[in-house]
């Protein structure tokens, strides 16, 4: 599979529209060359249009220099990600695509929704030394949907070697020639605008209301799982870390207003979750630390190093192979249903959520308190995580507070994350008496660990200060 990112812009324009001189524009010296092609597309989807729903296109098209299948996902500003594969035969979408939607769709079949056939003119625009900086697509189209018919035209300037600022160039060109910006984000999305505000609930009468906090706090912790999930398939670290912070932030969650949910078993599938992408996660965090402190430790240090990165890149290969398994099992599908019917509860009755931080963060006091006087490795973990608990109950009221809880939340991170410096060294000690006792090497680098430990656990208590200073617990 190939992964591009595509930068672009589409215009709605009139019949007569004519493309306007863009010689000039930014580094553009010449606009010529200009190619014609005839593109078949089809569009796939669920009954109900939940990928384009969720801002996603999966199509298989015939015509052009880049005919096969085609999925778009959400990108920044003007950007989409592009995951494309060659062309094929048959009418079933690629099961390496499927599984890029895998947590949008769940178990609802995809077909075709729309067909759109396109006549288009490519104008490249190149600068001096002849490199395309963007390509300039004039599109005549016809949709066809559920038996409709619809025709329009339209352009699109799409990035190649130029800079976003170009794009603003272009624009101011196209506008002063009668182009106006598209009705929709895509060409998809209009022919299909009717079913897809139907499917949207975009008809119906709202009315405002103030969402709960702890809905709308679900409801992005739902939603960063289900962003994150095609990146934590391919193993990705950024995304198997933030896919696991949002199911621990939910677990959370409900372990803070456990009164207000009925009785389930859904924080123990959570953990189950979190589990399975700590197991490719961990041994990563590990690993850039050992090797870190390997590389400090001068050549000598080599083969203990090898020793190191073996192990615990089969554990990170082991980890994702059990995490593959995971995404694609039932279980976690049935788990998605699940936090959507929770995330979209329509009444919820929950105590007043600063009030219930407030005592979150007094028992993380307490139990840090005590495990600082006793020094007992299990329970300053513990209190670790009660500080965790305590951090993600701050947040979820932190839109509604500003500023105080803003600085309150960095405090906490901060000491949440020194606890984390010494349980880590605990844990990679664990990983060292894993690799054995019979390398002087390796028995250093356990003595070096255990310093490690000592030193991160000293620097708690001023840690502590600052987390309860009275400026930074002024509403807590």
């Known amino acids: 599979m190939e992964t591009a990112t595509e930068t672009e812009r589409k215009y709605d324009v009139p019949e007569t529209f004519e493309l306007p001189d863009l010689a000039g524009v930014g580094?553009?010296?010449?606009?010529d060359g200009a190619e014609t092609h005839d593109l078949d597309a089809t569009y796939f989807d669920t009954e109900d249009l939940r990928l384009m729903r969720n801002r996603r296109t999966l199509r298989r098209r015939s015509g052009g220099n880049d005919a096969g299948w085609h999925l778009k996902t959400p990108g920044d500003g003007d950007g989409r990600t592009e995951h494309r594969l060659p062309a094929s035969d048959s009418d079933e979408v690629p099961d390496e695509l499927t599984g890029l939607v895998r947590a949008i769709v769940r178990r609802r079949p995809l077909g075709p929704v729309a067909r759109l056939r396109t006549h288009r003119v490519e104008t490249p625009l190149r600068d001096a030394d002849g490199r395309t900086l963007a390509l300039v697509a004039q599109d005549r189209v016809l949709a066809e949907s559920a038996g409709a018919e619809s025709v329009w035209q339209e352009v699109e300037v799409e990035l190649v070697d130029g800079g976003p600022e170009l794009l603003d160039e272009v624009e101011r060109r196209l506008f002063a020639a009668g182009a106006r910006p598209a009705r929709g984000?895509?060409?998809v999305?209009?022919?299909?605008a009717g079913r897809l505000a139907a499917a949207s609930g975009s008809g119906k009468t709202k009315t405002k209301t103030k969402v709960n906090p702890v809905l709308r706090y679900a409801r992005?912790?739902?939603d960063a799982i289900v962003g994150h999930d095609p990146a934590a398939r391919r193993g990705e670290p950024r995304a198997v870390h933030r896919m696991r912070v949002a199911t621990r932030r939910l677990r959370s969650t409900l372990k803070t207003y456990k009164r207000s949910f009925p009785e389930s078993d859904l924080r123990d599938e959570l953990r189950w979750l979190a589990g399975v992408l700590g197991a490719v996660r961990d041994p990563q965090v590990l690993e850039d630390a050992l090797l870190a402190q390997v590389a400090q430790a001068g050549p000598e240090f080599a083969p203990a190093a090898r020793r190191v990165r073996a192990h615990l890149e089969h554990r990170v290969e082991r980890g994702r192979a059990e995490l593959a398994?995971?995404?694609d099992s039932d279980r976690y599908l049935t788990l998605l249903d699940r936090i959507d019917e929770l995330a979209d509860t329509p009444e919820l009755t929950v105590p007043d959520p600063v009030t219930?931080?407030?005592k979150v963060l007094a028992k993380a006091d307490r139990k840090l308190d005590?495990?600082?006087e006793s020094r007992v490795e299990e329970e300053i973990h513990d209190s670790r995580k009660g500080f965790k608990q305590a951090r993600y109950a701050v947040e979820l009221v932190a839109p509604d507070l500003g500023k105080p809880a803003k600085r309150l939340i960095k405090r906490l991170t901060e000491l949440q994350d020194g606890l984390g410096e010494y349980q880590d060294s605990n844990i990679a000690r664990g990983v060292l008496r894993e690799l054995g006792s019979d390398s002087f090497h390796l028995g250093v680098l356990y003595g070096r660990q255990e310093q490690v430990g000592?030193?991160?656990?000293?620097?708690?208590p001023a840690l502590v200060r600052a987390a309860r200073r009275r400026r930074v617990r002024r509403v807590f």
Do not use: D, F, I, Y
């Open 370 to 372: 005590e495990a600082l």
């Open 356 to 358: 219930r931080a407030r």
């Open 185 to 187: 984000p895509s060409k």
């Open 27 to 31: 580094a553009v010296t010449a606009v």
């Open 325 to 327: 398994e995971a995404l």
């Open 220 to 222: 992005e912790q739902r």
């Open 189 to 192: 999305a209009r022919a299909l």
């Open 454 to 460: 000592e030193e991160a656990l000293a620097r708690v």
